[in-house]
């Protein structure tokens, strides 16, 4: 795993609340768009940092695709960014959305 890409992993689930990880998101400016596993804002938060690989989110994992032969690898989410990603498909957080 790319260094730069384990770093924002870590860093999004140290957030303990949905509200934390919407403050992390805010801060480097990220937005994305609801109910879409590729550019919802945690999957552009984690792919900003990735040359070749693609980002999508399920409720409690992500899931990374390195090309050209579509290898997958999956990490989890802790509960922060969980509760973030239902809160944020709800319709919260609507300053993230773009």
Do not use: S, W
Not at 50 to 75: A, C, N
């Amino acid at each position: 795993m790319d260094g730069r890409f384990r770093e924002r992993l870590e860093t999004l689930n140290r957030c303990k609340t949905a509200d934390e990880v919407a403050d992390l998101l805010q801060k480097h400016g990220v937005k994305g768009q609801r109910n879409e596993c590729d550019t919802c804002p945690i999957a552009r938060f984690l792919g900003d940092v990735l040359d070749d690989e693609i980002v999508e989110i399920d409720r409690d994992r992500v899931t990374m695709y390195f090309m050209p032969d579509y290898e997958l690898k999956q990490y989890d989410l802790e509960a922060g960014p969980q509760a973030f990603i239902k809160h944020f498909d709800e319709g919260r957080y609507y300053e993230l959305e773009e």
